[in-house]
Each structure stands twice: as structure tokens, then as C-alpha cells.
């Protein structure tokens, strides 16, 4: 599975990002997909992540209400719908997919985010 992430970019704080993430690969659809991030001089961190079908979904605490996790089967895509951004939230963004909720074997490379205040 190879995954790709765009749309990323400066935003002011309180505004909207639409992360995407488009993937290769056989078996898209049985593969959970999720997104972290890793803030300059900080560990990497879990996001989000959503099950196959999409129906459901599991949030880091930092970012419920604000961001949306969701994803298209048929167009091989992932989103992450970013609302509210906070500059705390800037970071590099990356895309992984896994076999279940919790191991994600194969990323992506991340995508900008940079949030001014």
C-alpha cells in the first residue's frame, strides 16, 4: 500500500483545512486508515483513525468536534476535514493504514500544516 497526503498549507486560526490522502495498492477498503501528526520537537501523535466501512471512527481528544475523519472506498481517498484550527495544530501530517485499529505498518509522507495566530 502506498500512500500519498496533500492539501496541507498556512491558514489563519479558526480557519479550515481539508487534508486528503490518496493510496495504491490492492485492498483499500479492508484497510483501516488513519492520520498523525508530529509537531516540531515533539513525538509524533495519533489523530484520528476510521474502520473500513468508515462507520467508525476514533478521535484524539485534542481535536474531537473539531476534526472529521472520513473516507471514499470507491476513489481509494481519505480526508481529514479540519475545523477551528488552533496553532497548536500545526504540524507535519501523515497518512497510515494498517490491518486493524491500532498497527499501522505502512505511512505516507506528510503534508504542511501550519496555523498562524
Known amino acids: 500500500v502506498q500512500l500519498q497526503a496533500c492539501g496541507g498549507g498556512l491558514v489563519q486560526a479558526g480557519g479550515s483545512l481539508r487534508l486528503s490522502c490518496t493510496t495504491s495498492g490492492r485492498n483499500f477498503s479492508s484497510y483501516v486508515m488513519g492520520w498523525f501528526r508530529q509537531a516540531p520537537g515533539k513525538e509524533r501523535e495519533f489523530v484520528a483513525v476510521t474502520n473500513w466501512s468508515g462507520s467508525v471512527s476514533y478521535y484524539a481528544d485534542s481535536v474531537k468536534s473539531r476534526f472529521t475523519i472520513r473516507r471514499d472506498n470507491a476513489k481509494r481517498l481519505v480526508y481529514l476535514q479540519m475545523n477551528i484550527l488552533k496553532p497548536e495544530d500545526t504540524a507535519v501530517y501523515y497518512c497510515?493504514?494498517?490491518?486493524?485499529?491500532?498497527?499501522?505498518?505502512?505511512w505516507g509522507q506528510g503534508t504542511q500544516v501550519t496555523v498562524s495566530s
Open positions: 497510515v493504514a494498517g490491518a486493524r485499529i491500532g498497527n499501522y505498518p505502512y
